[in-house]
C-alpha cells in the first residue's frame, strides 16, 4: 500500500518542481492521502501558472476564476494523487461542507468521489494554532473507472447507505 502524508508542498516555484519531488510523488499513485491543508483568507493561490494546472479554476464558472483557495485546490489535487477506488482523509473549513457559494466545489467532489465520513473536530482541536475556524475531516474514495464512467453517463451516482 502506497500513502502520501502531505503536510505543506512546498518548492520554490510550485508550478514546476524540483525533479524529485516529480519523481517520487506522482499522480494516481496512492492508496491512502491524508492531508491537513494550509487554509485562511489571507493566503489565496492566485498565480495563473499554478491555477492552469486545475480543473476547479473553470469548474461552474463563466470565466476560470483568477484565485481559490489553498484548501479547494488541495481538494482536487490529493484526488488526482489517488489511485481509483483510494480514500483520502481531509481537514477542511466547515465552510467548504455548508457554504451555499462554494455548492459548485461540493457538486465537482461528488462526480469524482464518494462521501465516506464527514466528522465535525471540535474549535478545541487547532486552538493552539490560534485559529477559529470550524474544521471537518472529510473522507472520500476516489471513483473507479466504471463508477466515473456511470456517472458520467447518468449524471449522478448509484444510491448508496449513509450510516450515522
Known sequence: MRALICKHLRSPTPSNP????????????FDVVF???PFGSKLPI????????????????????????PEQLFVERCLEFLKPGGRMAIV????I???PGLAWLR???????W???SVDLPREMFARSDTHTMT???VLQKFTAEEKRHFNELGKVPPYKIRN
Open 115 to 117: 462521501v465516506i465520513a
Open 35 to 37: 492531508t491537513n491543508p
Open 46 to 69: 492566485d498565480d495563473p501558472h499554478i491555477l492552469d494546472q486545475f480543473e476547479l479554476v473553470k469548474v461552474e464558472a463563466q470565466s476560470p476564476r483568477s484565485s481559490l483557495p
Open 97 to 99: 461542507l455548508s457554504n
Open 107 to 113: 457538486r465537482w467532489v461528488l462526480s469524482n468521489a
Open 18 to 29: 524540483p525533479s524529485r519531488v516529480r519523481e517520487e510523488i506522482n499522480l494516481a499513485k
Open 92 to 95: 477542511l473549513p466547515d465552510s
Open 136 to 138: 471537518a475531516v472529510l
